[in-house]
């Protein structure tokens, strides 16, 4: 259905009934779409505006968003607006390089580490993806003004459209609240802010230019208290600076374009004068970067999702990809309680896993940025020096990218065990993503897995393992069956295991011992996801596809 579209065939009559109506048609409304659409869920995206916000916001992603726009079906047009990134450089107030930090082209979910892409772009993206799907209808122009929900039965969301016609409605089996911090949403599930102690305001201006740029195709990070900065190379031809400037300070008006000609000299030389087409400023707005996270993130079958849900500084680039990570982790689990009757208690487990996993990241943020910017006092020196210190040691750009992708905390999915003193064990991390070939095509091992349940081993499977992924319609892998480069074996080596239950998000549920039977503990699990609505016979047989 088109973008501009306010509603369906026979709208007229003010109601409708779809599965899942999705509040907002930003990267996470529309992400949460396709992943649905993926299992056969049907959503109705409610949007006030018509077309895609033209202005740039998000400019980073990391390589397991990456994986997850893969799993909506996008991540080859996506690379080509995508611009990998080299790392970060760290400098100081003259602007030397005290540190850089390298990062890989080839991350562990199989993409760059780090990303650089224009969100005007990658909305369109996903709205020509969603466009392709026919359980996916975009209602633009379509305003929601409020969600009730009843004891019983599907939730109302009401709406206006933008012909200023009256109030009409849209009944849904789930609302997922993608409509952003000052959204509806978070008040109506009775939602608040917990505020985690960070706010500061910062100018953000994103520029064309075809003027040399001394640019190392990564991000430059300014550590100077007096006047922080960060810089990077977005695009062909775009860039974006962020300062902290002082209070009263900006830059409009003749006297603000010769205080932006200084800021960033260290980078460009521009002429005296207006800028003209050879540097053309595409926006220049102020922000307040906070961090906060919501008490609530579900009540029913309501849910907040992104920014409804989080605020996060931008300080590690992890604004957006923490909204898709939230349609990862709900949208499988939603769909097997709509559509195969699983336990509704799983769509607990939505709150307790991405919440901690959010907070973390969000104090990640606001450590880094304190630690880089924070302060002009002698214990904000010595985080500078500390932190350069600390990025010179073996190991440590691993360590941050652990970091951004921390394992789930334990729980009702994560049968988290240690298998050597001081180890964890895989569950609650994510399997890598290697190149395999598979009957002589080569391909990403997530598109052989398709998008239910993976049992991955290392040995035949028992036949009690056998009847549990019967039971689930997990694909059976056997490692040694596909042609990687040896990750796989490695890696289920490395955490002792001779097979593994992976999620539908590739999340780790729980490991079997090398030279072990069975998992565990199946009766903590097995009754939140297995139904009645098993998969056939005949289906179970395509599933081992690579058993050799």
Not at 113 to 119: A, E, H, L, R, Y
Not at 264 to 273: Q, S, T
Not at 359 to 377: E, K, N, P, S
Request: proline share 7%; glycine share 10%.
């Amino acid at each position: 259905m088109t973008a501009d579209q306010a509603g369906p065939p026979g709208a007229a009559t003010g109601s409708a009934h779809v599965p899942v109506a999705i509040i907002g048609a930003g990267p996470v409304g529309v992400t949460a779409a396709l992943l649905l659409a993926r299992r056969g869920i049907r959503t109705v995206v409610l949007e006030r505006h018509r077309d895609v916000y033209a202005l740039p916001r998000a400019v980073a992603t990391d390589d397991e968003v990456r994986r997850i726009l893969q799993a909506a079906g996008i991540h080859e047009e996506f690379a080509t607006i995508a611009r990998p990134a080299k790392g970060l450089r760290l400098l100081d107030a003259r602007h030397r390089v005290m540190t850089e930090v390298r990062l890989s082209p080839h991350g562990h979910h199989g993409f760059p580490q780090t990303s650089m892409f224009d969100q005007p772009e990658l909305e369109r993206l996903l709205r020509d993806g969603l466009a392709r799907r026919p359980e996916c209808e975009l209602w633009g122009g379509a305003e929601v003004v409020a969600v009730d929900q009843p004891a019983e039965g599907p939730v109302k969301v009401t709406y206006r459209r933008d012909t200023d016609e009256g109030p009409q409605h849209v009944w849904a089996d789930a609302v997922l609240g993608c409509d952003g911090a000052h959204g509806l949403t978070r008040e109506a599930i009775g939602a608040g802010w917990e505020d985690l102690r960070f706010e500061e305001h910062w100018t953000v201006i994103d520029v064309r230019t075809r003027a040399p740029v001394r640019c190392w195709e990564g991000v430059d990070q300014v550590c100077d208290p007096a006047r922080p900065a960060t810089f990077m190379r977005v695009g062909e031809d775009r860039y974006r600076w962020e300062f902290r400037l002082p209070e009263g300070e900006d830059l409009d008006g003749p006297d603000g374009r010769e205080r932006l000609r200084a800021l960033v000299a260290p980078w460009v030389d521009l002429p005296h004068g207006p800028y003209g087409e050879a540097f053309e400023v595409i926006r220049q707005a102020q922000y307040t970067f906070r961090a906060r996270i919501a008490d609530r993130w579900r009540r029913g079958r309501v849910f907040l999702l992104g920014d409804a849900a989080h605020l996060t500084p931008p300080f590690v680039g992890q604004g957006l990809c923490a909204g898709l990570r939230d349609a990862h982790n709900l949208t499988w689990k939603l769909a097997r309680v709509l559509a195969n009757g699983a336990d509704e208690r799983l769509l607990d487990t939505y709150q307790s896993e991405r919440q901690p996993h959010a907070r973390h990241m969000i104090r990640l943020a606001v450590a880094t940025g304190w630690a880089m910017t924070g302060g002009q006092d002698r214990a904000a020196a010595l985080r500078r020096t500390v932190l350069g210190a600390a990025c010179r040691l073996p190991g440590l750009v691993a360590a941050t990218g652990r970091d951004l992708s921390p394992a789930l905390a334990p729980g009702p999915l994560v049968r988290r065990r240690r298998t050597r003193p001081g180890g964890r064990g895989l569950a609650g991390t994510f399997c890598p993503q290697p190149w395999v070939t598979v009957a002589g095509r080569r391909t990403r091992l997530d598109d052989v897995l398709g998008d239910s349940f993976t049992l991955l081993t290392a040995a035949p499977p028992t036949p009690s393992l056998r009847a549990l992924a019967g039971a689930l319609g997990a694909r059976t892998v056997h490692v040694d069956a596909i042609g990687d480069d040896g990750t796989l074996a490695a890696w289920l080596r490395g955490g002792r295991a001779g097979a593994v239950l992976l999620r539908p998000d590739r999340v780790v549920l729980d490991s079997v011992p090398a030279g072990g039977s069975a998992f565990a503990d199946t009766a903590a699990w097995a009754p939140l996801l297995c139904t009645a609505r098993l998969a056939s016979p005949a289906a179970f047989r395509r599933a081992e596809i690579v058993m050799g």
